[in-house]
């Protein structure tokens, strides 16, 4: 879930499947910023997860579960 930045809303956001429960994603049929802000959490965290294990991967897949 990610908040809205202006309303008091939560959105549902799925990375694997590319959705956002936003208007916008709704309306505009393109990555809205919720999207991009779970992209870029979870690259951060797997950039953080590969320097405290050199030559360890990391797959958002397969810890993400759709609420």
Known sequence: W???ATL???YSVNPVTGTCS???H???KVKCKHLWAVEFTLMREA???TQ???GAT???ESWY???
Do not use: Q
Request: overall charge positive; aromatic content about 8%; glycine content about 4%.
């Open 8 to 10: 008091k809303r939560l």
């Open 22 to 24: 936003c208007t916008d």
């Open 47 to 49: 950039d953080k997860a």
């Open 2 to 4: 990610v908040p809205s």
């Open 52 to 54: 405290a294990a050199p």
């Open 26 to 28: 709704g309306v505009r």
């Open 65 to 67: 579960t759709v609420a």
């Open 58 to 60: 990391f797959e958002y």
